[in-house]
């Protein structure tokens, strides 16, 4: 393709051809994330050695290598997260019959599938396995086509000063940093800003998931129950690693959402995290993560090497479940009980505590069920829209009943295993002066696990349980029943 003969894929209304054409770059500003990356990062998550072979593409040139990745990623438009001021601007404009055009370097496959959702774009003007339409070659391709009458121009960072440069009338969607700067020094003067982004701040702190670290209080359980946490020495250093793990969880959260940034556009509530909102930058998210893992780093630096090893197994783990054992059924909720687990190994080996094999079998039913209630209340929500599961997570609506199974009987296998421990294991009365007491934790057990599935049989559950447990007034309760039965027992 030729970039001055655009594609023509709509005309709802006769044009006016004696005003300027509006012509409208696409990434980060029709829509405000960057379609390539996303398409990149699409790949990557369903095929690591596709995405490999495409970069091998990138000594011919970047408009070859756009067109690689076109040949194996088109994003579907009805899910990118458009600037919606724009948007409402765009087709108010086609409505009074201008001629709008898509002007974007992106590849003119995944331009052409966007302009013909929109439906009022007069024609595109994109980037081919030849020619990368950015910077001067998108002013010139511009000059070219409108020469009779000129363009207006809509651009949002650096490789649009060129073309704004050489617009009547230059506007802004979700403008870069410096980028007023840069304009004004070329004396363009902008007529208009669209602006659809929430604060960089609150995205950020989002991204992080900061309501997901209670988990990590998990690494406390071990000195808990050893009966040391009052200890200064031991406080002070299970505290690091709290704050340790929950860095390098976010740093998880954030690849994860990365990996998973189309499959999040198709969610009723994952839509709008914020990568998938497009209100943080895959480029943005790299610089986190690298932030957040260099802190954690250094923190874990003053802890025992023992809790290094199993940060690090935890954060390879994770990525490993982001990359490949999610989309694993059974596997995916066995690997979720597993990562609680090591919270525990590794609050255990900080404070240099005996990790109880009783504590290891009750964690692994009791998360187990979790992780197996979450999926459930998944299918469950999937099921009741009349939706069939798209996320790769290899589970069917119609395991449901399957799964319910699995995950009651897992969670009262938690509960019989702490019932031997009080019952069959010698050591309880070294630990506990009143073991006895112990008991009366045990319906409240049952009860909490019963109560979340027969919740999540209702569909009154949240994809989350232990986010559920965090506001739940009932699950708050009898947690500070199990503190005061705990507190007596010792």
């Not at 590794?346 to 504590?359: K, R």
């Not at 290891?360 to 459930?376: D, E, M, P, Q």
């Amino acid at each position: 393709m030729n970039p001055a003969d655009p594609i023509i894929t709509a005309c709802p209304v006769p044009v006016a051809v004696d005003s300027p054409a509006l012509c409208v770059d696409l990434d980060g500003t029709l829509v405000k994330s960057d379609t390539l990356l996303d398409s990149i990062l699409t790949l990557i998550r369903r095929d690591p050695a596709a995405t490999l072979r495409c970069f091998l593409f990138l000594p011919q040139g970047k408009a070859a290598f756009k067109a690689k990745i076109g040949r194996h990623v088109i994003l579907d438009p009805t899910a990118l997260p458009y600037n919606r001021p724009l948007l409402e601007y765009l087709k108010a404009e086609s409505a009074s019959g201008r001629q709008i055009y898509l002007a974007t370097a992106s590849h003119e496959e995944q331009a052409r599938e966007i302009a013909e959702h929109l439906g009022f774009f007069t024609g595109v003007i994109a980037s081919d396995a030849r020619t990368n339409l950015r910077d001067t070659n998108k002013r010139k391709a511009l000059e070219l086509k409108f020469a009779a009458h000129g363009f207006d121009y809509v651009g949002n960072a650096r490789p649009d000063v060129a073309a704004l440069a050489g617009a009547k009338t230059a506007m802004l969607a979700n403008p870069s940093l410096g980028l007023a700067a840069q304009l004004k020094r070329q004396n363009v003067m902008v007529q208009r800003t669209f602006r659809d982004r929430a604060a960089p701040m609150k995205a950020v702190a989002m991204a992080f998931r900061i309501r997901q670290w209670p988990k990590n209080l998990l690494v406390f359980a071990p000195v808990l129950l050893a009966h040391v946490l009052l200890n200064r020495h031991y406080f002070i250093l299970t505290s690091l690693a709290f704050v340790s793990w929950c860095f390098t969880a976010s740093a998880t959260y954030i690849i994860n959402d990365l990996l998973d940034v189309t499959a999040d556009r198709n969610h009723p509530s994952k839509r709008k995290r914020p990568f998938a909102a497009g209100d943080l930058s895959p480029q943005a998210g790299v610089v986190i993560v690298c932030v957040l893992l260099a802190l954690s780093a250094m923190i874990a630096a003053r802890l025992p090497v023992r809790f290094t090893f199993w940060l690090v197994a935890y954060f390879v783990t994770t990525l490993a479940y982001s990359l490949v054992l999610k989309r694993l059924a059974l596997v995916d909720v066995i690997t979720l009980a597993g990562l609680y687990t090591v919270r525990m190994f590794a609050g255990a080996a900080v404070a240099a505590v005996v990790f109880s094999p009783w504590l290891g079998g009750f964690s692994v039913f009791f998360f187990l069920s979790l992780a197996i209630v979450k999926r459930y209340a998944e299918l469950d929500n999937l099921r009741k829209a009349g939706r069939i599961p798209t996320n790769g997570r290899g589970y069917r609506v119609d395991d449901l009943e399957q799964l319910r199974s699995f995950g009651t009987a897992s969670g009262y296998a938690a509960a019989v295993v702490f019932s031997l421990y009080i019952n069959a294991n010698p050591e309880i009365s070294q630990h506990y002066a009143h073991f006895e007491r112990l008991w009366f934790l045990v319906p409240v057990l049952v009860f909490w696990i019963s109560r979340v599935w027969l919740l999540a049989h209702r569909g009154e559950l949240d994809e989350d349980p232990v986010v559920f447990a965090m506001t739940d007034t009932w699950s708050l309760v009898l947690g500070l029943v199990a503190l005061v039965i705990f507190s007596i027992s010792t």
